[in-house]
């Protein structure tokens, strides 16, 4: 079992910045897949990015490519994503998942947060 919250969310002006950071409760943490999606208004949670147990392997969806960087601290427990160049078409609520599995649905999430971009 872990727990995920998430940080960082916040109302930026297109090509700012934000970090987002995932801190996980548990031990174990670096036994667990780990990625972000995001869900707008009236569509559905969507993957955004994610890294593999398998050799740390990296995945982004093709919106963000470029722009957002995944990254995860084992020692502090913590997924990151850094997003940069953001645009309107970001503006989301942000969700960490994480999961023991490197296939298949992701078991644990956390409650969100809130990323504005204002054009």
């Known amino acids: 079992q872990v727990q995920l919250v998430e940080s960082g969310g916040g109302l930026v002006q297109a090509g700012g910045s934000l970090r987002l950071s995932c801190v996980a409760s548990g031990r174990t943490f670096s036994s667990y897949r780990v990625g972000w999606f995001r869900q707008a208004p009236g569509k559905e949670r969507a993957f955004v990015a994610g890294i593999m147990l398998s050799g740390g392997t990296i995945y982004y969806a093709d919106s963000v490519k470029g722009r957002f960087t995944i990254s995860r601290d084992n020692a502090k427990n913590t997924v990151y994503l850094q997003m940069n160049s953001l645009k309107p078409e970001d503006t989301a609520v942000y969700y960490c998942?994480?999961?023991?599995?490197?296939?298949?649905?992701?078991?644990?999430w956390g409650q969100g947060t809130q990323v504005t971009v204002s054009s």
């Open positions: 998942a994480a999961d023991r599995n490197d296939y298949g649905p992701y078991l644990f």
